[in-house]
């Protein structure tokens, strides 16, 4: 069984920083683009950043600067740098993987964690 699993987040006064990880774990035999999305209460869930394969990213312009999205290829798992984080930036933090190809060849398409809070509060 393949899964995805978030964890980094917590409680962060304004300003602060935060890291948060994504574990991809099962029979994996490659994964493309890997993201970071996030839901706010009441707010549509958002894309935060992505990363290809071979490393090419993109971010939302409201997180450009202050995010840092990468990936080790080697162990199945992306990270999100967070700085200068604000109140605004307060949500559920997601992880995505857009195809995940198994070691029997099967391919998982949009692969989603549970998720993971990032609180910013003083």
């Known amino acids: 069984q393949v899964q995805l699993v978030e964890s980094g987040g917590g409680l962060v006064q304004p300003g602060g920083s935060l890291t948060l990880s994504c574990v991809a774990s099962g029979s994996i035999y490659s994964i493309n683009a890997m993201g970071w999305y996030r839901q706010a209460p009441g707010k549509q869930r958002e894309l935060v950043a992505g990363?290809?394969?071979?490393?090419?990213?993109t971010y939302a312009d409201s997180m450009k600067g202050r995010f840092t999205i990468s990936r080790d290829n080697a162990k199945n798992t992306v990270y999100l740098q967070m700085n200068s984080l604000k109140s605004d930036d307060t949500a559920v933090y997601y992880c995505?993987?857009?195809?995940?190809?198994?070691?029997?060849?099967?391919?998982?398409?949009?692969?989603w964690g549970q998720g993971t809070l990032v609180t910013v509060s003083s």
């Open positions: 990363i290809s394969s071979s490393g090419h990213t």
């Open positions: 995505n993987a857009g195809t995940i190809t198994t070691l029997g060849g099967d391919r998982l398409l949009e692969v």
